[in-house]
């Protein structure tokens, strides 16, 4: 049976930054997130055959899909073309997450990261449009889409060339609407224009709208003392129409727990805060930062077993606050566990994967400056 786009949850639960302990996904803490959602009366997964080293799809299977009734919640996940060599591959693929994530169906599945070059000609070549309504016809997926860190031109081409697509997933938040990488407004105007559902991923951009420099904070605890930092984020998403659902990549119940209320008789943004949330944009914008949005598609296949997403997070604090010894206690405990900055050898594998197309090669070389090793 199908759903009903427009009947989706605001708020979806993104399995890509699921709490860890001892190094793998904490599936006891879990199951209580999950609980706490579905118990708030939302039910929307979403994962992809990539996430936490291809362990995500178990982790849905193992808190969720094997404690709730399969017609009580929605999962969606995402075919890799990076992991595409061969037509077979496709199938093969598609098969072993239906195993992984413990289904039989995939209530929306979706061409992973489709961009200008090597993605979007993996699934061309291959045909995975026309795989992905033969999956539909056959039961194993209710709505086909892709997600997309594109152009605006290519994505206008693909829709054209592609009325089957029901929904699209792009970045969006108030920080890169007018970023040249992402440009969020233009890709957010094409589908809006066109009346293709969207869902919004990177709301929060992985976490940097949540913990901001207190007098940027202060702006809006000013305005709103009783709305959480983040929550600005995502309400800011939640306005714009067409917006059919949220993904936030949660790591903790304190995350849920917010996120439920930001979204529990959900609140617009009002002109008033609409004009404090551009205000906040041209102070962030004025301070120079890595634009890193911590996906770690850039850390499975580091030869040098650098954590990429965590040094560009010290050295975007230390552009702020150049003697937070905070940053610096972090980065030392890191190398204890994972690759200095300087170890670096410039195979560029990251910069292949990355989808905001950061030149993450020379920003690794400034970063071991900075740290001084």
Request: glycine content about 6%; overall charge negative; hydrophobic content about 35%.
């Amino acid at each position: 049976m199908s759903i009903d786009l427009t009947k989706m949850p605001k708020l979806g639960f993104g399995l890509m930054r699921l709490p860890e302990k001892d190094g793998e996904i904490d599936i006891e803490h879990v199951c209580r997130m999950v609980d706490k959602y579905m118990q708030a009366g939302m039910n929307y997964f979403d994962t992809a055959y990539v996430y936490h080293g291809g362990k995500s799809e178990v982790a849905a299977r193992e808190a969720l899909v094997k404690r709730y009734p399969r017609d009580s919640f929605m999962i969606a996940t995402k075919l890799p073309a990076w992991e595409i060599k061969q037509e077979s591959d496709v199938e093969r693929l598609f098969n072993e997450q239906l195993e992984r994530a413990g289904v039989d169906y995939f209530d929306l599945y979706l061409l992973h990261s489709i961009e200008d070059g090597n993605n979007y000609d993996t699934y061309v070549k291959y045909d995975c449009f026309k795989w992905g309504l033969q999956k539909k016809a056959e039961g194993k997926i209710r709505h086909f889409g892709f997600s997309y860190h594109g152009t605006p031109e290519l994505l206008e081409e693909i829709l054209d060339a592609h009325p089957e697509v029901e929904f699209v997933q792009i970045q969006l938040n108030y920080l890169d609407r007018t970023n040249p990488v992402v440009q969020s407004e233009r890709l957010y105007n094409i589908l809006a224009e066109r009346k293709i559902p969207i869902i919004v991923m990177e709301p929060i951009r992985g976490g940097m709208l949540a913990s901001m420099a207190p007098e940027i904070e202060a702006k809006f605890k000013a305005a709103r003392p009783d709305k959480s930092v983040a929550s600005w984020a995502l309400r800011f998403v939640g306005t714009l129409p067409g917006v059919m659902t949220i993904l936030s990549g949660m790591s903790n119940e304190e995350q849920m727990a917010d996120n439920i209320v930001t979204f529990t008789d959900f609140e617009p943004l009002s002109d008033d805060e609409m004009k404090i949330v551009d205000e906040v944009t041209d102070e962030i914008l004025s301070i120079p930062q890595i634009g890193c949005t911590a996906c770690k598609y850039c850390v499975d296949g580091c030869p040098m077993s650098i954590s990429i997403p965590d040094v560009f997070r010290t050295i975007n604090t230390l552009r702020r606050y150049p003697d937070d010894w905070r940053s610096k206690n972090f980065y030392s405990g890191l190398i204890q566990r994972s690759g200095k900055a300087s170890d670096c050898i410039g195979c560029g594998q990251c910069e292949g994967v990355c989808p905001q197309h950061l030149p993450i090669i020379e920003l690794l070389k400034e970063a071991s400056e900075i740290l001084g090793q």
